[in-house]
């Protein structure tokens, strides 16, 4: 066993609203600057949809992540032999298209037209060119569910949906639609890393953190196309190749990254999860239907003495210990298993998690004659004009999971390769949850109905509570348990504290290239 | 309220229904809107003598299930069962209008009520403006109020109407309407309804016609009405306020008044009276399109009314403006018959605009004058709302940037100059006349229980009775600056108070005068507490209200235990200590006191609901009897066909009004066009703001269905115009799986500034934004007054200007020039 520790948020989707603050947050902070305009380290994407850049997930064309070669794995698209032959020309790059060409308005017309019939008004022009442009696409372009014939049909998780259920998705007395907010995922075993022909690219071994050396990036972009998720981006101002840090200058002070800090649903959890190293390899190769279960094993348990002998003898802090006892993440994810990775099967081992959302019943439609309405109506009345009514009707309080308005294969896509069972008793707890605060609160559901409801989800009324209280209630310390670094090995790491504070700053510390090497 | 007999203070025992009680049963007449059908329904009756004679009688609860069509064994045509498609308010009949299946609402309406009993009451709806933009936005209220009363949910702790609206105001509303409106120095003010002002100012009545064309109304002397025509009787009933006031400068038609020998203020009222009496005086509402009435000043503040808030922006272009403008409507074949018909509208009304603005918006792209205003992080303000309870500073972090100043600052230089110009031109002391309607909280309010016009002769005009109140004030222009840096001692007499409530504040005032807290102005051997910084006019607002000081708040209640004859005083218990000053909130946001003021019970550290004060404390509600009314009585809701809760259908685009111009030559897709809230902006603000703009598609689409679009051809990301008679906007569409047939969305509100294009549709002219292609209509039964709930009160009650009722013709744009 070979114990480590990494920090890992937890994601709760019911309780996402879509608001892009925590986007907002974190182009503030990190990516305001030129060259990296285009950037979104944190973005939302609404699902079905494409996402950023456009169909991301979309293997065929990016090439991201590791593929199964008989036992081993392999990089996709940019793995080291295959970078030496492409290392001047990367056909498997996304393009600013894909993204957006970042724009802005040319203000100064307000001010500076000649008088006339008309009020000036400020066009659209390029950041990049400076010249007037039609803007096409955007960090969020398919935000709810705009442009949904060109996007939101052509999400890649639609695939193995009938045509009849995908149809469903698409009418307007049927469809929901849910907000997948995204970061680095923070692989444990990360398709950038593994790429970059440099070596400038890192885990931290303190926390799992993968960050790129910004003085040994040599701007190859082999990592923008490894990374399955696309959030590495290539700055075109610097020449280097940059990505969401999950604020370590801040997480270090003990401070919530910005993305979490400013959520407005507190849908984030952060929290220390331990694994064991020696699995990475092993898991990361297992068959398809293994690799989420496989993935969870890897997770261990905090309080086993086992493995904190262990962590010990690696060198995991005993601050770090006591946090990951009081981790929400590892509550989540491993002890009430309610949360899932994001595409598994991209194999990279990625230690964020999501809580899929329990979308609204099914809705059906109900045909009506109404040919001869109008002619009972007032003449100045408006009526429905169409031959059919929506019908949310359910025989139960609650719908069961399988009326839920996406398809089962549709969350199964997304978070466990494909594998149904996966997500739906993941479902059917939170279900379960429901319906016994229902019965605690109200009372009007039966007692029967609740037991068996736990039973089958391997639930008690405490850890039914238990996870109510996280989801609902819990305050800002009990979403973000963080041990801050201990300051003696923040002076380690710095070597010279006192000659480089207050000038160069984080990240360019000479000697720190050998941690990527 | 209290179950008690006023008279001999017995308890009594109300009858729900007297159902069991009586077996007379009355034929009652129920009139069902959208199938324009009316039936009759038997309902229990009672007889009951009264000094007038014996007069039949039931209850509110037997007509509203007579209403509702609920079949309780009684004769008449009462619906055959859920399923009777033509009987109204059944499931099945709702499908008619909505589209939603009877299984459907009948599940949510089994599970609404079984909810609600199980939990004592929670079930909630929350509601936003979104209602108060359709043109029978009162009766979607009361359907939900309704709801919630029928199942016990009203003033409950989870359960009730939440409205989130006019959440913009300052909680502590009792210290600074005070401050705000100048009553620390004088009593009246000029506190303008703006939905009427702007309907009638900007001409938009000239395009309306009489309001039963498109409102579903009985026929009746009552319907058989212009809206500009109701609006003038409700301003000289004094229910409605209308500046300016009178034909005459009141400055100068009070020197008439003393040259003429009047002696006193008494005097000046009394000549005024009689001049408006004898019809030599004429209200400004009578003519507004004569030149002597026009408003000729205007200064914008805390909004962006030219495109923002102003619905019809393209009349306000051309009427009030005299610039460009894309309106094609014509004037309505209805004329009004009491208001002063001119064949030509005039157009440019206004002289002057100037916004204080920290934004370049629309607004003040189109003011003469433009004062830059210091944003939240360079002043001292207070910000709170009445339904989350707590009270938070907005403080200065950096220095106003580059020439502007706080709004404060502003408006204390602008009293400045004033007084410095007046020394000159109004050296002298003035007298002037204020007319305002009847106020809701005061004894007006129940002083017309029938409508009596006294400008016709059917009454006696009485101010502040059956017609608005008469007040003279002193106006000395040369004082204004002084008055406006210093709290006036008039407070010290007067006490103050809102919403029904009142206390003395003689001891909190002197505190600041004397301690050394506070700063203070010394004038003519005065000394008052000084407003002169705006941190010293947030101190002057948490000192001087039941919210934030807490001795206040027990005198507070203590009064309203006289008043009410409850206990009352056990929840101002706990907040004598409470004293929150302006540096207090820079430290934390505070909660502030449960008081008075407001309806919420918050001891305890409960969560505000509103109306849970008067629910569990028994005070009455601010209604004409003290209850909540199920039943309206009064004339023009009976006239309206409005006097129980009813369904009116939303009227047809051809009735509206909206397209007879543009669909002149023929037909085409009429989409209903919906403007509501922007899931990036609060209304203008942040609209461009570049990282929106960047999250929005880079302008504000307009939003359509996937069958829509491609049956005009329209894809994804295309130019669209969007238009009707009164305006255009071009944008980009997007195409959505999410929006209904029928139906398109441009979120409000683009602003002028950013990536508007020329309209083709126009001939090249410039488009407009959201409000380009809407037309004020106002439902006149809003206007009514001196009736309890329905008296006038500053930004809670009269009409609203609805929008939602909208449509528009969309079209592809095959070039786009800007």
Not at chain 2, 49 to 62: A, C, N, Q
Request: glycine share 8%.
């Amino acid at each position: 066993m070979d114990v480590r520790s990494q920090i890992s948020m937890v994601f709760h989707l019911d309780k996402c609203i879509g608001c892009h603050t925590c986007s907002i947050a974190c182009k503030n902070i990190w990516t305001d600057r030129k060259g990296a305009e285009y950037m979104w380290w944190n973005n939302v994407e609404t699902k079905p949809g494409t996402g950023y850049p456009s169909k991301w997930e979309n293997q065929d064309i990016y090439k991201g992540g590791w593929e199964k070669n008989g036992g081993g794995i392999n990089l996709k698209g940019a793995g080291k032999p295959k970078s030496l032959t492409n290392i001047f020309h990367n056909p498997n790059l996304p393009v600013i298209d894909d993204y957006y060409e970042p724009f802005t308005y040319k203000y100064l017309d307000l001010i500076e037209s000649p008088s006339g019939n008309d009020q000036p008004t400020a066009r659209p022009i390029s950041m990049i060119t400076g010249e007037p442009m039609d803007i096409k696409m955007g960090p969020n372009w398919d935000d709810d569910l705009s442009g949904s014939p060109d996007y939101a049909r052509n999400d890649s998780n639609l695939e193995k949906l009938s045509p009849s259920e995908r149809e469903a998705m698409f009418q307007l007395e049927r469809m929901a639609f849910f907000y997948l907010p995204r970061i680095c995922n923070h692989c444990l075993n990360p398709a950038c890393v593994a790429s970059c022909p440099s070596g400038a690219i890192y885990k931290r071994g303190e926390d799992g953190v993968v960050l790129i050396n910004q003085e040994v990036c040599r701007g190859w972009r082999m990592c923008v196309t490894a990374c399955p998720y696309k959030k590495t981006y290539y700055n075109w101002s610097t020449g280097k190749s940059e990505k969401c840090i999950l604020c370590y200058p801040r997480i270090e002070a003990g401070h919530a990254p910005a993305c979490m800090h400013s959520c407005v649903g507190r849908i984030r959890y952060l929290g220390v999860m331990l694994y064991d190293a020696d699995q990475i390899e092993s898991v990361a190769s297992a068959d398809e239907a293994d690799v989420v279960s496989r993935q969870m094993n890897m997770i261990l348990d905090p309080f086993d003495p086992e493995v904190i002998a262990s962590a010990k003898s690696n060198g995991i802090a005993d601050s770090t210990m006591h946090a990951a006892q009081y981790s929400p993440a590892y509550k989540f994810v491993k002890e009430w298993n309610l949360a899932l990775p994001l595409h598994p099967e991209f194999r990279t081992l990625p230690m964020l998690f999501y809580v899929p959302p329990l979308l609204p019943v099914m809705a059906s439609v109900t045909q009506v004659d109404n040919t001869r309405q109008s002619e009972k109506m007032s003449p100045v009345a408006k009526h429905w004009p169409d031959s059919w009514l929506y019908d949310t009707s359910t025989k139960e309080l609650f719908g069961s999971i399988d009326e839920a308005r996406f398809p089962l294969q549709y969350m199964a896509n997304l978070f466990s390769a494909g594998d149904t069972a996966q997500v739906g008793n993941r479902l059917k707890k939170l279900m379960a949850v429901r319906l016994h605060r229902r019965q605690t609160t109200v009372g009007d559901v039966s007692e029967d109905t609740v037991k068996m409801a736990l039973a089958d989800t391997g639930l008690t009324p405490q850890l039914a509570d238990d996870i109510y209280y996280l989801t609902s209630l819990a305050t800002f310390d009990d979403r973000f348990v963080i041990p801050a670094a201990h300051r003696e090995q923040a002076i380690e790491m710095m070597e010279f504290t006192g000659d480089v504070k207050g000038s160069t700053g984080f990240g360019f510390q000479s000697g720190s290239a050998e941690r990527g090497a | 309220m209290k179950l008690e007999n006023a008279v001999d203070d017995q308890p009594y025992d109300p009858v729900l229904t007297l159902l069991g009680r009586s077996n007379e049963i009355a034929l009652t007449s129920f009139t069902e809107f959208g199938l324009d059908k009316t039936v009759h329904r038997g309902v229990p009756v009672m007889r009951v003598e009264t000094t007038d004679g014996p007069v039949t009688v039931t209850t509110v609860y037997d007509l509203t299930m007579a209403q509702y069509g609920v079949d309780r064994g009684l004769p008449g045509a009462y619906p055959r069962d859920y399923g009777d498609k033509n009987a109204a308010y059944t499931p099945a009949w709702q499908e008619l209008f909505t589209g939603v299946a009877s299984d459907t609402v009948l599940q949510f309406a089994r599970e609404w009520a079984s909810t609600a009993e199980a939990t004592g009451g929670k079930c909630m709806i929350i509601i936003g403006a979104g209602i108060n933009h359709w043109y029978h936005g009162n009766l979607m209220y009361r359907a939900g109020a309704m709801a919630l009363m029928l199942t016990g949910c009203v003033g409950k702790n989870g359960g009730g109407l939440n409205h989130y609206v006019g959440q913009e105001k300052l909680a502590p509303m009792d210290s600074w309407g005070a401050i705000a409106f100048g009553k620390d120095w004088q009593s009246a003010v000029r506190l303008q309804q703006t939905p009427l002002w702007h309907y009638i100012n900007t001409c938009q009545y000239r395009y309306d016609g009489q309001f039963s064309r498109y409102n579903t109304v009985p026929d009746n002397e009552l319907t058989r009405q212009h809206t500009a025509d109701e609006i003038y009787k409700s301003v000289r009933m004094g229910w409605m306020p209308f500046y300016p006031q009178f034909a005459q400068n009141t400055l100068e038609l009070c020197r008439e008044a003393i040259d003429s020998g009047a002696t006193d203020d008494d005097g000046i009222k009394q000549y005024v009276l009689n001049k408006l009496k004898s019809k030599q005086l004429e209200y400004s509402v009578s003519d507004p399109d004569a030149e002597h009435n026009f408003p000729r000043v205007w200064y914008i503040w805390r909004g962006n009314a030219i495109m923002g808030s102003m619905k019809g922006h393209e009349y306000c272009l051309k009427h009030y403006l005299g610039t460009h403008s894309n309106a094609i409507a014509e004037d309505s074949e209805d004329h009004t018959t009491e208001v002063k018909w001119h064949d030509v509208a005039p157009v440019g009304k206004m002289d002057l605009i100037v916004d204080l603005n920290f934004r370049m918006d629309s607004s003040a792209l189109y003011s003469d004058i433009v004062l830059p205003a210091a944003s939240w992080y360079e002043k001292a303000d207070l910000n709170s709302t009445d339904l989350h309870s707590f009270i938070h500073p907005l403080s200065a972090a950096i220095p106003p940037v580059w020439e502007s100043k706080t709004d404060w600052n502003i408006f204390r230089d602008l009293a400045k100059a004033t007084s410095e110009a007046a020394v000159k031109y109004f050296p002298e002391p003035q007298k002037d006349v204020v007319a305002s309607p009847i106020a809701h909280d005061s004894a007006g309010e129940i002083s017309q229980p029938v409508i009596k016009d006294w400008y016709r002769g059917e009454c006696e005009a009485v101010p502040g009775r059956t017609m608005h109140g008469l007040t003279v004030v002193d106006r000395d222009y040369t004082k204004l600056y002084d008055k406006f840096i210093s709290l006036g001692d008039r407070l010290r007499t007067t006490g103050l108070g809102a919403h029904g409530n009142h206390y003395q504040c003689e001891d909190a005032y002197d505190e600041m005068v004397a301690s050394n807290h506070f700063a203070v102005e010394r004038q003519n051997g005065n000394v008052y507490p000084s407003l002169k910084e705006d941190e010293w006019a947030a101190n002057a607002v948490l000192h001087l209200s039941t919210l934030t000081n807490g001795v206040l708040n027990v005198r507070a209640y203590r009064n309203a235990e006289r008043r009410t004859g409850l206990d009352l005083v056990d929840l101002g218990a706990g907040s004598e200590d409470v004293r929150i000053r302006f540096a207090d909130l820079q430290a934390q946001p505070r909660r502030y006191n449960t008081s008075p003021l407001w309806s919420g019970v918050m001891t305890g550290g409960r969560a505000y609901a509103p109306y849970t004060y008067n629910v569990e404390k028994l005070i009455p509600w601010r209604t004409l009897t003290g209850r909540q009314h199920f039943y309206l009585d009064h004339e023009m809701y009976l006239a309206y066909g409005e006097n129980l809760p009813t369904y009116k259908p939303s009227p047809k685009p051809e009735a509206y009004g909206d397209l007879k111009q543009t669909l002149k030559d023929g037909d085409a897709r009429i989409l209903n066009c919906l403007t509501p809230h922007g899931k990036w902006h609060i209304h203008s603000t942040y609209m461009e703001n570049h990282r929106m703009l960047t999250l929005s598609r880079g302008c504000e689409p307009v939003w359509m269905s996937e069958v829509d679009a491609a049956d005009l051809g329209i894809q994804d990301n295309d130019w669209v115009e969007v238009y009707n008679d009164h305006g255009v906007y071009c944008a980009r569409a997007t195409v959505s799986a999410r929006i209904p047939k029928g139906v398109c969305i441009v979120y409000h509100v683009p602003e002028r500034t950013v990536g508007i294009p020329k309209s083709q549709v126009r001939g090249g002219k410039r488009a407009g934004g959201h409000n380009s292609f809407t037309r004020i209509h106002l439902k006149p039964n809003f206007l009514a007054g001196g009736y309890g709930q329905f008296t006038y009160h500053f930004n809670y009650w009269g009409p609203i200007a609805p929008n939602r009722d909208t449509h528009v013709i969309v079209k592809r744009m095959d070039k786009v020039v800007f």
